[in-house]
């Protein structure tokens, strides 16, 4: 069994921080490329940013420059420090990673953070 457990949602003001950490547990054998998602109402879950095993970053032309997403695989997590948020960024965010465990490869989610950014 493999889960993803995300913390570090909330509120903040316009132009704030946050930092999302996911860390994945269980019978894992090897985790290739890990994500953030998003997902606002009413609209579809989008990719935010990605990293692989060799530490690629890709990132949604909306968040470039203010988001970085990192990897810590001797924790096995994933981080996403957001810097100078904006109201547009308020959504449920959603960990993904692609994990190799004992029953073979499958992407995982996590159960989502709440992310509000107040004007």
């Known amino acids: 069994q493999v889960q993803l457990v995300e913390s570090g949602g909330g509120l903040v003001q316009a132009g704030g921080s946050l930092r999302l950490s996911c860390a994945a547990s269980?019978?894992?054998?090897?985790?290739?490329?890990m994500g953030w998602y998003r997902q606002a109402p009413g609209n579809q879950r989008e990719l935010v940013a990605s990293?692989?095993?060799?530490?690629?970053?890709n990132y949604a032309d909306s968040v470039k420059g203010r988001f970085t997403i990192s990897r810590d695989d001797a924790k096995n997590t994933v981080y996403l420090q957001m810097n100078s948020l904006k109201p547009e960024d308020t959504a449920v965010y959603y960990c993904?990673?692609?994990?190799?465990?004992?029953?073979?490869?499958?992407?995982?989610w996590g159960q989502g953070t709440q992310v509000t950014v107040s004007s």
């Open positions: 993904n990673a692609y994990i190799l465990s004992f029953t073979g490869t499958r992407a995982y």
């Open positions: 269980g019978s894992i054998v090897r985790i290739n490329t």
């Open positions: 990293i692989t095993s060799g530490v690629s970053a």
